[in-house]
T-cell receptor, first 111, second 113 residues
Framework: GQQVMQIPQYQHVQEGEDFTTYCNSS?????IQWYKQRPGGHPVFLIQ?????EVKKQKRLTFQFGEAKKNSSLHITATQTTDVGTYFC???????????FGDGTTLTVKP | GAVVSQHPSRVICKSGTSVKIECRSL??????MFWYRQFPKQSLMLMAT?????????EQGVEKDKFLINHASLTLSTLTVTSAHPEDSSFYIC?????????FGPGTRLTVL
């Protein structure tokens, strides 16, 4: 079945440093979504990417969808303590008709 | 944005009892809702897709007789964990799609003693 892998599992950065998490799918995706889950909270939708090679920005966050629609990345510029949490990608495989979540990358930011 | 609520937020029960968790879409209608389970420090695992007015679709390895799903209206889906055991202790989260976004409920933490 579809597998979605996410790396790294954990990332510790100093406030102000950049952060990137990568998501790779074993199958071609129709779209990919990114979520943020704060400790003790529930996942919150960040963005959806649909087109091959698509790049979207939300303030300090940059999201990319690979040309082959099998990988994606989330980059945060100049991290802040409010960025802490676990970032999940979820890829929609239309053949399977469902989304599969990656294992998540947990970001901690040292002030 | 759209709001999805879940009730209860926490439940502690004895082994062998059944627990019902409700998932409601508060300001939109959802013909499809999803139920996930999340163990500590792990990802969300899709358990089943709840379809209004029809049977739920369960993922491989999820026992449909243990995790009963009912989607009786366009705004309510329920998950009943029957004869719960300690290994069922987990964080259960529902979600509903609206347009191209997936909205998650706040989750229910189930502890089975």
């Amino acid at each position: 079945g579809q597998q979605v892998m996410q790396i790294p599992q954990y990332q510790h950065v100093q406030e102000g440093e950049d952060f990137t998490t990568y998501c790779n799918s074993s199958t071609t995706l129709s779209n990919i979504q990114w979520y943020k889950q704060r400790p003790g909270g529930h996942p919150v939708f960040l963005i959806q990417l649909v087109k091959s090679g698509e790049v979207k920005k939300q303030k300090r966050l940059t999201f990319q969808f690979g040309e082959a629609k099998k990988n994606s990345s989330l980059h945060i510029t100049a991290t802040q303590t409010t960025d802490v949490g676990t970032y999940f990608c979820a890829g929609l495989d239309t053949n399977a008709g469902k989304s599969t979540f990656g294992d998540g990358t947990t970001l901690t930011v040292k002030p | 944005g759209a709001v999805v609520s879940q009730h209860p937020s926490r439940v502690i029960c004895k082994s062998g009892t059944s627990v019902k968790i409700e998932c409601r879409s508060l300001d939109f209608q959802a013909t499809t809702m999803f139920w996930y389970r999340q163990f500590p420090k792990q990802s969300l695992m899709l358990m089943a897709t709840s379809n209004e007015g029809s049977k739920a679709t369960y993922e491989q390895g999820v026992e449909k007789d243990k995790f009963l799903i009912n989607h009786a209206s366009l705004t309510l889906s329920t998950l009943t964990v029957t004869s719960a055991h300690p290994e069922d202790s987990s964080f259960y989260i529902c979600s509903a799609n609206r347009y191209n976004e997936q909205f998650f409920g706040p989750g229910t933490r189930l502890t089975v003693l």
